[in-house]
């Protein structure tokens, strides 16, 4: 059981995945890509993945 206030994303063991550039935790704003195992950060989106964000 648990709070289901906002859109919640489960990583199991991982816990809460941060943003490995701003360290900002992840939220729903944030693009899931590569079958959701990536993220694009909405904070500071990397130079990298500004093509497709
Ligand atoms: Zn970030």
Redesign the pocket.
Known sequence: MRCTTNQVVDFGESGPVR??????YINPFMKFIDQERKFI??????PEFRSIA
């Open positions: 943003c490995s550039h701003c360290k900002g950060c909405n904070l500071c989106v990397p």
